[in-house]
């Protein structure tokens, strides 16, 4: 048994879940200590703003790059990678012009529907839209040169940048609004976006010269898989979580979007550390294993491995729920 444990200690592939989970939970464990002190600060219906755009930032921002990011660790030449990075921020750029023309044509609609609630903060949308998309991309790069350190860096980062905006702009604001949360979150994607865009640009500037636009649209060709048939799936799954809050939002009378909300929160968060951990990972290492033949024998060894990790955090969202109770801790 000790052996056995002490391979486990020394595996790579544990490292690195080890290394992203410990990032990741750090960063949400400082979101969720600082809630007691934003629900202090703003009112349940400035947070119901807050969850109107961000469940419409979610909705939309999971096809930023197109699905062309996820792509990102898979081809064995650097050069390619680093035009599907390339491809994933152009995705982004269209992405976010095309969405800031839809507001431009429909602002009154969609200020109308949205009951007033958005008014304000609707055109930040794009700006969030584009921040999301270059995380998205930069972050996968960092995956393919397993830079898990610094991936966990950024996250916490982003989380203390994030949480230090949304209460230093409520303190300072004189008249509690949805507008410190919503800009402390731009900060917060603005901070991972920097430090990982830098170092993609350090990784890849000897091979920026050798791509061509002819080199793109083969490299499109080839990964075109991934915005012909990923796009709609993730923009269906993520709408079956986030657009029941967008129609609470906008239709119920009290502020209940915001509840569910901080529910969701505190619950997907022990979750989404783990499984997001070991989704990067995993993505980083089937290249090399389908090269070896191994990868049918790594994938279902990690989905059982997976499979039995799963309960731990699964108990720590239930006590996280009883402690961070949304509805008790405005009271």
Known sequence: MKEKFKLLINNRIVKNV?????????????????????????????????????????IFGVAACLRLEIAIPMPESKKTAIALVL?????????????????????????????????????LLPVCILLVGLYSAFQYWATRQKEFLHIS???ITQSVSGSSAQVGFGVLSQHSSAFGLIIGHVI???AGVITLGLRFYR?????????TSG?????LK??????KYSVLESLANTSGLYFSIVLIAVYAIDA???????????????????GGSVAQVYLSEAPKRKENGELKVFTFSTIKNHFFCRFLPTSFSRTSITIFDPVCIWC
């Open 18 to 58: 080890g290394v992203l989970t410990g990032g990741t939970a750090i960063a949400q464990v400082i979101a969720i200590a600082v809630l007691p002190v934003l629900t202090r600060i703003y009112t349940p219906n400035d947070f119901e703003i807050f969850a109107l755009f961000i469940s419409m930032l979610s």
């Open 87 to 123: 491809l994933s921020i152009g995705s982004a750029v269209l992405v976010t012009f095309l969405s800031f023309l839809l507001i431009l044509a429909l602002y009154d609609s969609l200020v109308q529907a949205s009951d007033g609630k958005l008014d304000s903060y609707i055109w």
């Open 153 to 155: 860096k950024t996250r």
């Open 188 to 190: 917060q994607l603005s």
């Open 203 to 211: 990784d890849g500037s000897e091979y920026f010269h050798q791509i």
């Open 215 to 219: 080199f793109l649209a083969k490299t």
């Open 222 to 227: 080839e990964y075109i898989r991934f915005p």
């Open 256 to 274: 209940e979007a915001g509840f569910i909300f901080l529910a969701i929160k505190l619950l997907s968060a022990p979750l989404s550390m783990l």
